[in-house]
């Protein structure tokens, strides 16, 4: 019988290195379908399970594992809805929207968003960090650059659902240097994750035009050092290089966390002379 340790996934980068590895360890020798239809369906059932949470830490091979357990499990009759919604979201969050619509027309469940159309998704001139910006009034996503190259750039890592998000947010608002520095101004993008929730941030970004979210296309488009799986996190970019972070939020120590990185960035100054 195979084994498993089923640990919960959880947003920590050890973690989720010690996990995948785990996974490899275990389950790389039945990374093909041809290999994975000598198993019994038990076995099946556990592997896809590890193999879920091994992608949502974003690991690929995990991502093509479910695929292959689930292609199996169908044909003999033993797939579950559970795990077709499962896969679905992790071709979500893996941006993999094609794969994601095919699956949801063969094997549709209420619990399976429709996917916008996506505007540019294949544009090889975008050439840097992008994002999916909701259309104001249309169902549609459209794939746009995030230029960081010049300047102080902030980007915040933040999303409408996180009650930390909203306190950091509001706590920005009632402090007007963080306000002049942070609203109107910063790029707001919410994580890669298994849902799109594209009506919520469409209805979100109409009413508040100064913290308007978009949605990461692909991590590995990003610098290296940023936190792109957690919210809230504020980036703070000087000519294209990531100069300094601030993760979570701690009320009045993160918010003068905030202030100190507008000081030592020289935003503040650059702020107050506009």
């Known amino acids: 019988m195979l084994l498993w340790n089923d640990e919960s996934a959880n947003s920590d980068p050890a973690f989720d290195s010690r ?3 785990e996974f490899d360890r ?3 020798a039945y990374a093909d379908s041809e290999r994975l239809d000598r198993l019994p369906t038990p076995d099946l059932h556990r592997i896809f399970e590890a193999a879920s949470l091994a992608a949502s830490s974003g690991h690929g091979p995990a991502l093509a594992t479910m695929r292959d357990c689930l292609d199996v499990l169908e044909a003999r009759g033993q797939a579950e809805d559970a795990q077709r919604e499962s896969l ?9 929207f094609e794969e994601a619509a095919a ?9 399976m968003e429709a996917i916008p159309p996506v505007v540019g998704l294949d544009d090889p001139r975008l050439g840097m960090p992008t994002v999916l910006v909701p259309d104001s009034r249309e169902f549609l ?3 746009s650059r995030v230029d960081l190259r010049l300047g102080i750039e902030w980007v915040a890592v933040w999303q409408p659902g996180c009650q930390f998000a909203q306190r950091a947010l509001g706590d920005i608002r009632r402090n007007p240097q963080l306000a002049n520095a942070l609203l109107g101004r910063a790029h707001w993008v919410a994580p890669a994750t298994g849902q799109l929730d594209f009506d919520r941030l469409q209805a979100w970004n109409a009413a508040n ?5 978009s949605m990461l296309y692909r991590g590995d488009e990003w610098p290296a050092g940023m936190t792109l799986d957690a919210t809230p996190v504020f980036h703070v970019f000087v000519d294209g290089v990531l100069a300094e972070k601030v993760e979570g939020w701690r009320g ?8 100190s990185l507008l000081v030592r960035t020289g935003a503040l100054a650059q702020e107050g002379g506009e």
């Open 19 to 21: 996990f995948v590895a």
């Open 26 to 28: 275990s389950f790389g």
């Open 88 to 96: 679905y979201g992790m071709l979500l969050m893996h941006r993999a």
């Open 103 to 111: 699956l949801r027309r063969a094997h549709g469940t209420p619990a």
């Open 141 to 143: 996503l459209r794939r």
């Open 209 to 213: 035009p100064d913290v308007a979210v």
């Open 252 to 259: 009045a120590e993160s918010e003068e966390e905030l202030l």
